[in-house]
């Protein structure tokens, strides 16, 4: 049996009252947050207009969709931000109506939920094992007329895998082939400088929405800020009308318009990780017991194969808290997600891995 009831990472209250502990005194490795903490820009800008909360926000947020627009050297009409991208999903989902959709296991749980308040008939197509848990040609016969709708996730959460682009593009020509909506979520993109996703094929593919979140790479789960792009701006304008006023908090906003061009920032994060995921890998491959599988971004997918051992809970027992994946369609109890995190962190990680293997 599950551990801990919650749907995500992240929830050190219900791991820290398991174990009778102070949230405080657990170290997160269960969610995928930018270990730097928000831009100081950021923490500066948001002391220093506090009274903006006193205040309704504009509710067409004309410097956060003017700043978005600039980040990407797109009309602001191909926009929509929200309140955190899990929003974004949910309005998107609810404008959309897909009958029938496509999802990929494993893969984030937010989008079958929205699905399932539609009542949409879901089909799950299954990564395996044996492709090494990798997107591959074989989804591309399972695209069908049938279809309204389907998901993807790149890199994807948990496994950290970014399909090729050139199977990514195959499947955007069929979606447009078979008019069905491709939904792709790249919540992690900016922690892979070297991939643009798909946003440069926006422009003719009005059947492509992506789907962006602000809260990892720049530390604000909290705060919550994500958007989607798509070049059909009648479209996006009835997701404006559907979207409730007032989503996206006065701070947030103002979070959109000082965090994209935080150049510092993106570089020493991107810094950070160069450094650090490499590390964490080679550490945690060198313990036996523990396979860490391919990927990127800025958290590690693991199998571990010690029977008899629940890892999470004995890693747990050392205040560190990890992912279980065992509620994620198409994975079981061996696999698990840790983010990375700063050097001294990762080391902590390293050394409760060492003593609950010991045992
Ligand atoms: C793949 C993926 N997409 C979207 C989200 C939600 O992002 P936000 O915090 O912007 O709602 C998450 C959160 O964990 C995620 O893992």
Known sequence: MALLNSAHGGNIREAAAWLGIDPQQLLDFSANINPLGMPGALKQALCQNMDLLERYPDPAYPGLYQALAAHHQLPAAWLLAGNGETEVIYTLVQMLAPRRAMLVAPGFAEYRRALQQVDCQIETFLLTEAEGWQLTESILPALTAELDCLFLCTPNNPTGLMPDESLLLEIVARCRQLNIALIVDEAFLDFLPDRSGLIPHLASNPHLWVLRSLTKFYAIPGLRLGYLLNSDPQAVAQLRERQMPWTINALAALAGEVILEDKAY????????????????????????????????????????????????????????????????????????????????NDRLVEAFEQVLAV
């Open 266 to 345: 993106q570089q020493a994060t991107l810094r950070w990780l160069n450094a650090e995921r490499p590390r964490l890998c080679q550490r945690l491959r060198a313990l036996s017991g523990v396979t860490v599988l391919e990927g990127q971004a800025n958290y590690l997918f693991l199998r571990c194969d010690v029977a008899g051992l629940d890892l999470q809970r004995a890693l747990l027992e050392q205040h560190v808290l990890i992912r279980s994946c065992a509620n994620y369609p198409g994975l079981d109890e061996r696999y698990f997600r840790v983010a990375v995190r700063s050097a001294g962190e």
